[in-house]
């Protein structure tokens, strides 16, 4: 095991959750639409919900997203590349989802053990915030750590950390969105990661 770390994104990177979390949104606004919602992610997640709901509005989304999740299923082929990447990398997840659902899904699917740190909406709605709390908490430099994420607004904020992110496109955003941000590399399966998060610690990272 070396110190290099691997950070994921939980929605839509690990869960496929992006339909049913726009359903619960579209119980609060039928006429919101699919872009509309995807056009949310452009920017930092945790500052948009923050800025437009309530405490209360919040804790109604997050019960209906916790009532969900045996529904939502997982990333095809995930799962086998997450416990792969956990023989030679320490793994966290960085997430606007509460942890308490990150950890429920992550165990139903036999991944639990397979992550050293979980954080979640309920520990800071801010990715930059979470990020840099574990590279301090960690100790980890930004070289030695890579973001996977699947949106624009989670590439800037993990730039903001000094972390570079892999952009994967079986998410919220498509290749032209994250190509807004210039991650390192965006990949379109997830058995893609291994070799992409290979060769930038080969070429990049310092030990």
Known sequence: ?????????????????????????????NKLTAEQYRRRFDGPIGDEMARTQSPAELNTFFAAYQAAIPGMPIVPDIRKVILDLRQQYHLAVISSTYTRSIRSFLEAHRMLDAFQVILGYDVNPDKTAKIAEFLCEERVIPAQA?????????????????????????????AD??????????????????PVIEHYFSTTATL
């Not at 890579?146 to 498509?174: N, P, Y």
């Open 177 to 194: 969105d994250l190509k807004k941000g210039q991650p390192y590399e965006i990949i379109t399966t997830p058995e893609d990661l291994p």
């Open 146 to 174: 890579l973001f996977i994420t699947d949106t624009l607004g989670d590439v800037d904020e993990a730039r903001k950390a000094g972390v570079e992110t892999i952009g994967v496109t079986w998410g919220f955003h498509t």
């Open 1 to 29: 095991m070396t110190g290099k770390s691997v950070l994921f994104d939980f929605d839509g990177v690990i869960i496929d959750s992006f339909d049913a979390v726009l359903k619960i949104n579209q119980a609060r606004n």
